[in-house]
């Protein structure tokens, strides 16, 4: 680590699964000229953070939508409404490896992001980005979250 800094924040997240017939994945569909198929599946992923990153510990919040276009068991395309370095529509390739680890690439303008995220147990990920320069390849940005399940949060 360059320069020795950690980032402790805390998240809420909701993953929800979509009906192929929902409005956003219909939108989706359409701005990448695709027809919607049986097997796509779509989530919408919405997002309230805060971190100790900042001194005043602001509250970030987004969402985006996601649909996954398999092509075969483990490998296919992720459609994003919004991207993960930038924030614009999206086409990434995935990939499920031999340790059903989830692999992603997506190609944009300027950028190229390779994240991968295992899935330690059911309620722990592990998250590993890597994003480089599109044209040189340099290397951007590092990162590596660890993720683990509120458990307390579920007794509700």
């Known amino acids: 680590m360059a320069f020795q800094e950690v980032e402790n924040s805390t998240s809420k997240i909701i993953i929800k699964e979509l009906e192929i017939n929902n409005k956003n994945v219909i939108e989706l569909l359409e701005k990448f000229n695709s027809t919607s198929k049986p097997s796509v599946i779509a989530l919408s992923i919405s997002w309230r953070a805060i971190s100790d990153w900042e001194i005043d510990q602001e509250i970030e919040e987004d969402k985006t939508i996601l649909l996954f276009l398999p092509k075969d068991k483990n490998k296919g395309i992720v459609l994003r409404n919004k991207g993960y370095t930038e924030s614009v529509i999206s086409s990434s390739e995935y990939l499920i490896d031999e340790n059903d680890n989830l692999n992603i690439k997506t190609i944009y303008s300027s950028k190229v992001s390779e994240e991968r995220i295992c899935f330690l147990s059911a309620h722990i990920r592990s998250r590993y980005s ?11 940005q590092t990162s590596h979250t660890s993720e683990i399940r509120n458990m307390s949060i579920l007794k509700d």
């Open 130 to 140: 890597v994003i480089r320069n599109h044209e040189n390849n340099t290397v951007i």
